[in-house]
């Protein structure tokens, strides 16, 4: 599987940005899909995680309520909707696929493939 990101630019704060996620191969559909991030000097963290399905989602506490998660199976792609922006929400996101398809994986172990990421910049 390879996985493309793309829609990461710069935005003012408390503005928008969708980012995608396009996945090659058929088994898309079975895998959980998550986004993570990285800024400057930190580790990689999860931002938020959909299932196969898109029956379950999580979100971690810095974006809840202004993110969310999604996916569309019959195009390969998942999606992060960003809004409200901050500053602090500044890094480089990855999204990354874990062929165990089950429940929500939450560790970046637990995720098999990646994409090469896209920046996200957020200017006060």
């Known amino acids: 599987v390879q996985l493309q990101a793309s829609g990461g630019g710069l935005v003012q704060a408390g503005g928008s940005l969708r980012l995608s996620c396009a996945a090659s191969?058929?088994?898309?559909?079975?895998?959980?899909m998550g986004w993570f991030r990285q800024a400057p000097g930190k580790e990689r963290e999860l931002v938020a995680a959909?299932?196969?399905?898109?029956?379950?989602?999580y979100y971690a506490d810095f974006v809840e309520g202004r993110f969310t998660i999604s996916r569309d199976n019959a195009k390969n792609t998942v999606y992060l909707q960003m809004n409200s922006l901050k500053p602090e929400d500044t890094a480089v996101y990855y999204c990354?696929?874990?062929?165990?398809?089950?429940?929500?994986?939450?560790?970046?172990?637990?995720?098999?493939?990646w994409g090469q990421g896209t920046l996200v910049t957020v200017s006060s």
């Open positions: 191969g058929r088994t898309f559909s079975s895998y959980a």
């Open positions: 959909i299932s196969w399905n898109s029956g379950s989602t």
């Open positions: 990354a696929a874990d062929s165990y398809g089950v429940g929500i994986p939450y560790t970046v172990n637990e995720y098999d493939y």
